[in-house]
């Protein structure tokens, strides 16, 4: 991109999009909440390739695992709780 931009005399700055744009808000605010312990107006994109990064580069193998056989065996549901529906 950088090259295009040089040779092409573009501005970088207006072709390239925020990491922090891409995501869900919804997603991002519980991502903050949950997972990274930040406020969500602290995020810079650096951080969030970091965490990124951190998230796809620690599967064994670069292979994701089996989710759907994860969730069957290990999810647990407590249905007697009263708030739902």
């Not at 193998?61 to 989710?67: E, H, K």
Request: with cysteine.
């Amino acid at each position: 991109m950088w090259k295009r931009c040089k040779d092409g005399k573009e501005d970088l700055g207006a072709i390239l999009k925020s990491v922090k744009s891409s995501f869900d808000d919804d997603l991002l605010t519980a991502l903050c909440e949950a997972s990274w312990g930040v406020s969500k107006s602290d995020l810079t994109d650096e951080f969030l390739m970091e965490q990124i990064h951190s998230i796809t580069d620690s599967y064994q193998n670069q292979v994701l695992p089996p989710v759907n056989e994860l969730f069957l065996n290990e999810l647990k549901m407590n249905m007697d709780n009263t708030d739902i529906q």
